[in-house]
């Protein structure tokens, strides 16, 4: 799997949590407090692993030249 779609899969993954939030909060209102927010607490700590994911993703693509830049001609 190439690195730009894994930082892609991670990218749509992450947008679907955020989405389902409002979702999350019906399907828990019949719940105890409690389990709602043990519920609101997972859904928040997998948001929050998730960009960091992204983020060190983003972090460890390959360097790609700019158009026009001269790319590094390697030591003798």
Do not use: W
Not at 2 to 19: G, K, M, Y
Not at 57 to 69: A, K, S
């Amino acid at each position: 799997m190439t690195h730009d779609l894994r930082i892609s899969r991670v990218q749509r993954a992450l947008e679907r949590f955020e989405e389902d939030i409002p979702l999350l909060n019906l399907r828990v209102k019949e719940l105890s407090k409690e389990r709602q927010e043990s519920a609101r607490k997972f859904a928040a700590s997998l948001i929050d692993q998730t960009r960091a994911e992204l983020h060190r993703l983003l972090q460890e693509r390959p360097h790609e030249p700019e158009p026009g830049e001269v790319p590094c001609e390697p030591a003798d």
